[in-house]
């Protein structure tokens, strides 16, 4: 029997919250939902999620204050690193600033800057297996400011990520990269779309040629060391 996934979400606006609770019912999945709620200085209950096996949390309204909240929370679990951390969905329709969108990036799995329901659904869908989401709005966003062309070398890849691009740059195909890194080619797929995303280029051939470009005439070795500053 399928367990139902633990989803935590969190929000300041009561009424978002079941909005946002409607919307995961209208999924197949099975769930089974914890509130909590935020103000300036706390959010509220959180704690109290200490002892559950968190799969997934889902965060709105996400002024910065609540983002750090979130962070010390998953800190001090000391699960934000750990293989079972839960993932988390950023899903929002506010006005993101450079500062948050680095907090973003540090522990979100997706971010959608809008509250649609079929983007959440397919962020649901694509983390599990995997993936990350990141939604035309938010890409547009950063688009239409440059901020990861000007910021291409600082943005977070996690270690799997860091490595399908170390095995691209080798020429490898999807297949061989699954193969080497004893994943599924989906995955892969994932990986290397997320980072696409991430460095702000058009395909897989543009995220080798990045890639390169922040370490010409280094080592492999020293290509893992400038991705992860």
Same mark, same amino acid.
């Given at each position: 029997?399928?367990?139902?996934?633990?989803?935590? =979400? #969190?929000?300041? &606006?009561?009424? *978002?919250?079941?909005?946002?609770? /409607?919307?995961?019912?209208?999924?197949?999945?099975? +769930?089974?939902?914890?509130?909590?709620?935020?103000?300036?200085?706390?959010?509220?209950?959180?704690?109290?999620?200490?002892?559950?096996?968190?799969?997934? =949390? #889902?965060?709105? &309204?996400?002024? *910065?204050?609540?983002?750090?909240? /979130?962070?010390?929370?998953?800190?001090?679990?000391? +699960?934000?690193?750990?293989?079972?951390?839960?993932?988390?969905?950023?899903?929002?329709?506010?006005?993101?600033?450079?500062?948050?969108?680095?907090?973003?990036?540090?522990?979100? &799995?997706?971010?959608?800057?809008?509250?649609?329901?079929?983007?959440?659904?397919?962020?649901?869908?694509?983390?599990?297996?995997?993936?990350?989401?990141?939604?035309?709005?938010?890409?547009?966003?950063?688009?239409?400011?440059?901020?990861?062309?000007?910021?291409?070398?600082?943005?977070?890849?996690?270690?799997?990520?860091?490595?399908?691009?170390?095995?691209?740059?080798?020429?490898?195909?999807?297949?061989?990269?699954?193969?080497?890194?004893?994943?599924?080619?989906?995955?892969?797929?994932?990986?290397?779309?997320?980072?696409?995303?991430?460095?702000?280029?058009?395909?897989?051939?543009?995220?080798?040629?990045?890639?390169?470009?922040?370490?010409?005439?280094?080592?492999?070795?020293?290509?893992?060391?400038?991705?992860?500053?």
């Amino acid at each position: 029997m399928i367990r139902p996934l633990k989803i935590a =979400i #969190i929000d300041r &606006n009561l009424s *978002l919250v079941n909005q946002t609770h /409607l919307y995961l019912k209208s999924c197949n999945l099975k +769930i089974d939902v914890q509130y909590s709620l935020y103000d300036d200085d706390q959010i509220y209950e959180l704690n109290n999620l200490d002892n559950i096996k968190l799969d997934l =949390i #889902i965060m709105s &309204n996400t002024n *910065l204050s609540a983002l750090k909240m /979130l962070r010390e929370f998953l800190k001090q679990q000391q +699960i934000a690193n750990g293989k079972d951390k839960p993932n988390v969905i950023i899903f929002d329709d506010t006005v993101v600033n450079i500062e948050r969108i680095h907090l973003m990036w540090a522990f979100s &799995n997706s971010i959608i800057l809008n509250r649609q329901k079929e983007d959440l659904l397919l962020a649901i869908q694509t983390v599990f297996n995997g993936g990350f989401y990141y939604s035309k709005e938010f890409s547009d966003y950063n688009e239409n400011r440059g901020y990861f062309r000007r910021n291409a070398n600082k943005m977070p890849l996690t270690k799997t990520e860091i490595s399908v691009v170390k095995e691209l740059i080798r020429d490898k195909t999807n297949q061989e990269i699954a193969n080497t890194l004893y994943m599924s080619r989906r995955t892969v797929e994932y990986h290397i779309t997320s980072c696409i995303q991430k460095f702000e280029v058009n395909s897989r051939v543009g995220l080798a040629v990045k890639a390169l470009s922040l370490i010409e005439g280094e080592s492999y070795d020293s290509l893992i060391n400038e991705l992860v500053k």
